[in-house]
């Protein structure tokens, strides 16, 4: 599983670097957790996952973000 923390990033580098990091979980075929912070908003980020119908979990209070590449 790759890692990937978006904790430093606000909007709109929080999206593109979101999107680095799915792009290389898809190229290696891998699923991957990214690091988020509560104060961040990654409504845009759940919006694309459900839109693309990934497989993906949020947990707000360990504050990670993780996608399952089927």
């Given amino acids: 599983m790759?890692?990937?923390?978006?904790?430093?990033?606000?909007?709109p580098q929080l999206f593109v670097q979101f999107k680095v990091g799915l792009n290389k979980?898809?190229?290696?075929k891998q699923s991957i957790k990214f690091m988020i912070n509560n104060?961040?908003?990654?409504?845009?980020?759940q919006r694309f996952l459900?839109?693309?119908?990934?497989?993906?979990?949020?947990?707000?209070?360990?504050?990670?973000?993780?996608?399952e590449l089927m």
């Fill in 2 to 11: 790759l890692v990937c923390d978006l904790r430093e990033y606000q909007c």
């Fill in 25 to 28: 979980a898809l190229l290696t």
């Fill in 39 to 45: 104060k961040q908003s990654i409504r845009d980020i």
């Fill in 50 to 67: 459900e839109k693309h119908q990934y497989h993906f979990e949020i947990d707000l209070e360990l504050e990670i973000l993780k996608v």
